[in-house]
Nanobody, 125 residues
Framework: QVRLVESGGGSVQAGDSLRLSCVTS????????MAWLRQAPGKEREFVAA????????DDAASVKDRFTISKNNGKNTVTLQMNALTPEHTAAYYC??????????????????WGPGIQVPVSS
């Protein structure tokens, strides 16, 4: 059974950095695409960044703006999202997600099959 659990969220101020972690079980990061997605209040869930088994990563340039970095540690079954220079626009619930490896990790929210419960990241000005 696939299980994804996010941690590291919490209230921060504009300009702060935050590191989210996703501990996985029931999957191997050597064969699974992993991603972070987010849902801001009143908006649809959107893609943030993804990483493939071979550490090829993609991100949504508009939402990330070179401030976020996705990485993973296969041995610790953990995927992280380093977020720097946060602004109130980054306020959202952040979700860790997984899907079977594809040629390119998908950007479409519905293509991600396993999800964590999400974690809140409120950013105040």
């Amino acid at each position: 059974q696939v299980r994804l659990v996010e941690s590291g969220g919490g209230s921060v101020q504009a300009g702060d950095s935050l590191r989210l972690s996703c501990v996985t079980s029931g999957i191997s990061l050597s064969t699974t695409d992993m991603a972070w997605l987010r849902q801001a209040p009143g908006k649809e869930r959107e893609f943030v960044a993804a990483i493939s088994p071979s550490d090829v990563y993609i991100d949504d340039a508009a939402s990330v703006k070179d401030r976020f970095t996705i990485s993973k540690n296969n041995g610790k079954n953990t995927v992280t999202l380093q977020m720097n220079a946060l602004t109130p626009e980054h306020t959202a619930a952040y979700y860790c997600a997984a899907c079977s490896h594809q040629l390119i990790p998908p950007r479409v929210t519905g293509d991600w099959l396993s999800w964590g419960p999400g974690i809140q990241v409120p950013v105040s000005s």
